[in-house]
């Protein structure tokens, strides 16, 4: 049970780590933005890609380590 819950979260981590990093490069999907709106999108995208990233990285490895038990 505890693979299934593992390989689920990995699965979600990963779709908003692919979210954040479009967001991030893609900036606001608004018509014409303004240079603040556009700051504060690469400061909120930059963080949860951060954070997802890291996310990420701590459920592989507590997938590999219950894998090797």
């Given at each position: 049970m505890k693979k299934i819950v593992l390989d689920v979260s990995i699965i979600l981590v990963f779709i908003i780590l692919l979210?954040?990093?479009f967001c991030l490069?893609?900036?606001?999907?608004e018509m014409y933005p303004t240079v603040e709106q556009e700051g504060k999108i690469?400061?909120?995208?930059?963080?949860?890609?951060?954070?997802?990233?890291?996310?990420?990285?701590?459920?592989?490895?507590?997938?590999?380590?219950?894998?090797a038990k």
């Open positions: 979210f954040s990093m490069m893609n900036g606001s999907l690469k400061i909120v995208f930059g963080l949860l890609s951060g954070i997802s990233a890291i996310g990420e990285i701590v459920l592989i490895f507590m997938r590999f380590k219950l894998k």
